[in-house]
């Protein structure tokens, strides 16, 4: 089983600011990476595919970058709405499909 | 639009049954895998199975296996999770998601508790 470590588990950073949230793999999942952000109450909404691909609908703000083991999701100038619950989950090596921890981004 | 409407969710006592459905509308939903994730209170998510659009492959997490059986219904467009011999650590939000790689749309999810 591939088990996904994010870091850091909460992350603070001021609307306007860029943040950048880590997930790493215990085993490479080439790009089968994706993204997901989630506020109390909701669905988990997808955000990134593929490592890098925006799903349908996602602002241009939000970047996914990285393969093999190390990924990143890149939010370039926070919103207000985007302070919420990010997780990462593979697909390369499934089953089964994981996902991490997750990462609260938090109003600094 | 696209919609997935998640039904069953109950209350049951340890070492029952439930089936959870998830109502498909909005697109040709014979050609999506399907897939049900699971979320504790205040803890993360968890796959729990996934059917291919023709219903010829099933995948479950180990913990489910044996106990829970994904299937589906294309002529209906729904998909569904019956959930045998139930245990206190089953208790979460269920939801059912289209696709399997990037699930790209979830239900709202369905609260099943298990508890004496």
């Known amino acids: 089983e591939v088990v996904l470590t994010q870091s850091p588990a909460t992350l603070y950073v001021s609307p306007g600011e860029r943040a950048t949230l880590s997930c790493r793999t215990s085993?490479?999942?080439?790009?089968?990476l994706a993204w997901y952000q989630q506020k109390p109450g909701q669905p988990p909404r997808l955000l990134i595919y593929?490592?890098?691909t925006r799903a349908t609908g996602i602002p241009a703000r939000f970047s996914g970058s990285g393969s093999g083991t190390e990924f990143t999701l890149t939010i370039s100038s926070l919103q207000s709405e985007d302070f919420a619950m990010y997780y990462c989950?593979?697909?390369?090596?499934?089953?089964?499909?994981?996902f991490g921890q997750g990462t609260k981004l938090d109003i600094k | 639009e696209v919609q997935l409407v998640g039904s069953g969710g109950h209350l049951v006592q340890p070492g029952g049954s439930l089936r959870l459905s998830c109502a498909a509308s909005?697109?040709?939903?014979?050609?999506?895998?399907m897939t049900w994730v699971r979320q504790t209170p205040g803890k993360g998510l968890e796959w729990v199975a996934s059917i291919k659009e023709d219903g010829s492959e099933k995948y479950y997490v180990d913990s489910v296996k044996g106990r829970f059986i994904i299937s589906r219904d294309n002529a209906e467009s729904s998909v569904h999770l019956q959930m045998n011999s139930l245990r206190a650590d089953d208790t979460a939000v269920y939801y059912c998601?289209?696709?399997?790689?990037?699930?790209?749309?979830w239900g709202q999810g369905a609260r099943v508790t298990v508890s004496s």
């Open positions: 989950q593979q697909y390369n090596n499934w089953p089964p499909i994981t």
């Open positions: 085993q490479s999942v080439s790009s089968g």
């Open positions: 593929d490592a890098s």
């Open positions: 998601a289209r696709g399997h790689y990037g699930m790209d749309q």
């Open positions: 909005g697109f040709t939903f014979r050609t999506y895998w």
